[in-house]
């Protein structure tokens, strides 16, 4: 399995190691349930999704 982002793009390992490029998300956001698992978060880029 390859290494995605939500929009299916490729992600580069070292660039999502060692720099400030991506962010995890919520799927459900906190302000309406406190869910932290990993059934609801997602990794995404900071440019698009901030």
């Not at 390992?13 to 978060?41: A, G, M, T």
């Amino acid at each position: 399995m390859e290494n995605q982002c939500i929009q299916e793009k490729k992600i580069d390992l070292d660039e999502l190691l060692n720099s400030n490029k991506y962010d995890i998300d919520h799927i459900i956001p906190q302000s309406k349930i406190k869910d932290d698992s990993f059934n609801n978060i997602v990794l995404v880029e900071k440019e698009i999704y901030s």
